[in-house]
């Protein structure tokens, strides 16, 4: 079930982001699944933004 819409601006400045706020779950959930830590991990991935959330300069700099 997706969210209805994205969070608050005000959220997103100090959330960390969807992966640092949810994905923990995931990797539990994978431990939890194969008896124990991985040896190793590999991961890829895309950035998709936002127009609304992309535009202010969340990085600090």
């Known amino acids: 079930m997706a ?3 994205p969070p608050p601006l005000s959220y997103i400045e100090v959330s ?9 779950h995931d ?3 994978a ?3 194969m008896g ?3 040896a190793r991990i590999f ?5 998709l933004v936002d127009a609304q959330i992309g535009a202010p300069d969340l990085r600090g700099t």
């Open 16 to 24: 960390g982001g969807l992966y640092r706020d949810m994905m923990i």
């Open 27 to 29: 990797f539990d959930t």
């Open 3 to 5: 969210d209805p819409a």
């Open 31 to 33: 431990c939890w699944l």
């Open 43 to 47: 991961a890829s991935g895309a950035s």
């Open 36 to 38: 124990g830590a991985p």
